[in-house]
């Protein structure tokens, strides 16, 4: 049985979750909003080695998200197409990709992503699917405009190669190419930074996205329950802290099984970040989604005053 989890809503502010805040900075985080303001959502999945359940189960959460919370922009986990089995599974199941901006038709999680934007009029950030490249695949993300165009690409560049707590040993270079490009895209105005999972480790990355102008970043994940547990929630708070940016990062959640025929977990807790570190809309257990509303006044307000930008010095 599938469970479910509907997401805690919430507008940037104060959080219980993130402890209280001081009354000093009351006056930094509470301010009317006069600028543009967006709602995005986020889908977390427990996707499988079946590709057509795995769009199937895409398919009614964003069905969901769309009823429940008429978002400009949903966003989807990292490798949701097909995750665990074998190399073969993952090469059959990924897409070769038509060339950006052709607007020729593309394999069906391709399709799929572009036909909910087109439908939808929304923008659509495809999380990561396997892209088929000679050899080997790449992680990668596709996002598509509220006509149905791809704006963006991006490869994953940080390859998972580690062992996890428990011994347990995963290296994703030996099926995957790494990318070697930092990717942006705009949306209404906005610009927003691309990338992918275990990239969340490597600050310089994201100093890198708020220095080409990001103020939301989205990072699809498909987090092991022994780093989640952990490592999950502080890294993307800590990111979001530091660049002064949204964050809003969508998981994977619940089993899968690798080549071998062993039970692996994902940890899920999909989440979204605000500029000054508070979490304002979180998923648990299960399967869902959550939105919260993207309020650039909130990040321009931060940054004018705490430039830490205009302050940094690389050493």
Known sequence: MERFSSGDIRT?????????????YLSLLDFPRERSA??????????????????????????????????????????????????????????????????????????????????????????????????????????????????????????????????????????????????????????VGCAICYDIRFPDMFWSLRSAGAELILVPAAFTLQTGKDHWEPLIRARAIETQCWFAASGTWGPNTDERGETRFTYGHSLICDPWGHVVAKLSDGIGCASAVIDRALTERIRRNMPVLEHRVVI
């Open 12 to 24: 940037a502010g104060p959080s219980q979750d993130c402890g209280a805040v001081p009354s000093s």
């Open 38 to 191: 967006m709602r995005i959502c986020i889908v977390q999945m427990s996707p499988g080695q079946d590709k057509s359940a795995n769009i199937a189960q895409a398919q009614a959460l964003v069905d969901r998200a769309i009823t429940d919370h008429g978002p400009r922009l949903i966003s989807f986990p990292e490798v949701w197409t097909c995750l665990g089995g074998s190399v073969k599974t993952r090469l059959d199941n990924g897409e070769s990709l038509p060339n950006p901006g052709s607007r020729d038709e593309g394999g069906p999680a391709y399709t799929f992503l572009r036909d909910i934007a087109r439908r939808n009029g929304i923008y659509v950030h495809g999380g990561s699917i396997g892209e088929k490249l000679p050899g080997k695949l790449a992680n990668t993300t596709v996002v598509f405009d509220p006509d149905g165009a791809e704006i963006a690409r991006y490869r994953k560049i940080h390859l998972f190669d580690v062992v996890t707590p428990d011994g347990t040993g995963y290296r994703e270079s030996a099926d995957y190419i790494a990318g070697d490009s930092l990717v942006t895209f705009d949306i209404d105005g906005m610009k």
